[in-house]
């Protein structure tokens, strides 16, 4: 199986170009074969498939949503091993899936797109790759995901450290921690899981700390082999299990949406820690001082516990300088280190992590200009004047509570009926009205207004000003609601020859 790529030196012309071979690349890959389009192309910018999980093989790298979901609806594997996959389980489960769709020989490794240019006049995209290949399609899918770009933070005299530096997401597992002094700059998703896990080994773990974060206990409970046969021989029993997990999940939007409740799950939380925490000071200062839920919450049974240990130091003052061989904090005090390790997630504003990345569309239309404010999408999905462009996991389609899995697959279906619609306009591309995305936006601002999310804090769910640019308001199964059909009057349909405009 070949893919119907024409490919001539270093050009490739097909009908949809997909960026990013993730979970969102792949399920869109998928649906696609599945509905009889086999003209495609996957770009990956890594030598392998995986996305996040990829690049991310720190040591105890977990999903924080439970296994049977955090996987395709259409692609269900009987045999995971726990309620909540190791990073390895994740990788290999992707790996199997493009085996068995038969993906590889679509995917083009080692191509990060640099570049891409719509032409109204022919109603096709020229995206170009770091590499030097160009790629002509009718349309354009960007399956990248916010989670790709290694947030590395500008600290004084980090360039000078003489001992080793890595980023969580770029660990080196050739560089032996055993008997070494080591830094961890950050308290997120991250940090939480590889510093319980490097604790043990390491001579000094100091933990340095901006704010505290809301973790609450994991389920580290692992399937029998009588499950797991269960689930094989009875799928109906594994989708059953599924479906409890997603309405199980869905109860904490309430949380989200109601500061009151959000703030009795927030007492209970600081209950946990003291009952974790020897360390009445450290109790303190490991208890955030927001509304439980305005920044991600996390799960662990380890992070706590490991404060108990007289090698880990909690530091909450921020940093100076780096020099040579240390880091120097605010308050004076010289922490020697071998090794400084940045769990400081990722640039997820794509205003930012875009900013290298020229994206044309209709004349007069730069993402870059168009997004100076904020960026927005239809849905998260589609942006005004930019046709034929879709995006997975755009901006305010993330999740805080559930598997974004599901919402990719909601996405790649909407992205599949707006392909069907232009084949049955006879139109060239397709175009979402500004007014539609403005209405989107607006009802999304709306929504997010008076939850948690909104509370007070600074969180990555949000840019400079304070805007949530990430998050879904609400409940999963009403964006499915509202975009399990699109509305055809949302948008203006084109052909580009005839340059006329087909009336919805």
Known sequence: MTSKAKISAK??????????????????????????????????????????????????????????LYSFSFAGKADWSKRYAPRDEIENYILDTVEQYQLRPFIQFNQEVNEAHFDATTGRWTVRTAAGMTIDCRHFVLASGPLHVPNVPN???????????????EWDHGYDLV??????????GSAIQYCPEIAPKVKKLFVFQRSAAWVIPRDERGYWGIQ???????????????????????????PASSP?????????????????????????ALTPDYTFGCKRVLISNKWYPMFNRDNVELVTAGIREVKAHSVVTEDGVEHEADCIILGTGFVVDPRIYMKHFPLTGLPGHDLHKDWAKSAEAHYGVTVSGYPNLFMLVGPNTGLGHNSIVFMIECQVKYILQCMALLREEGADYLDVKPKAQEAFNANVQRRLQGTTWTSGCTSWYQQDDGKNFALWPGSTWRYWLQTRNVRSTDYEFVCANAEATVEA
Request: proline content about 1%; charged content about 25%; hydrophobic content about 45%.
């Open 228 to 254: 797991q046969r269960l689930f094989k021989r009875f799928p109906a029993l594994r989708r059953l299990h599924r479906a409890r997990l997603y309405w199980s999940n869905e109860s904490r939007v309430a």
């Open 155 to 169: 600290i004084k005299g980090l360039k000078r450290f003489k001992g080793k530096v890595m980023h969580s997401a």
């Open 11 to 68: 050009t490739i012309s097909v009908d949809v170009a997909i960026v990013g071979a993730g979970f969102g690349g792949l399920c869109m890959a998928i649906k696609l074969r599945e509905a009889g389009n086999e003209d495609f192309v996957i770009l990956e910018k890594a030598s392998e498939v995986g996305g996040a999980w990829y690049f991310n093989g720190y040591p105890g790298a977990a999903c924080d949503v439970q296994s049977h």
């Open 179 to 188: 008997g070494k002094k080591v830094v961890s700059i950050g308290t997120g």
């Open 260 to 284: 009151k409740a959000a703030q009795l799950l927030g007492t209970l939380c600081k209950q946990f820690i003291r009952l974790q925490v020897k360390d009445k000071a450290l109790v303190k």
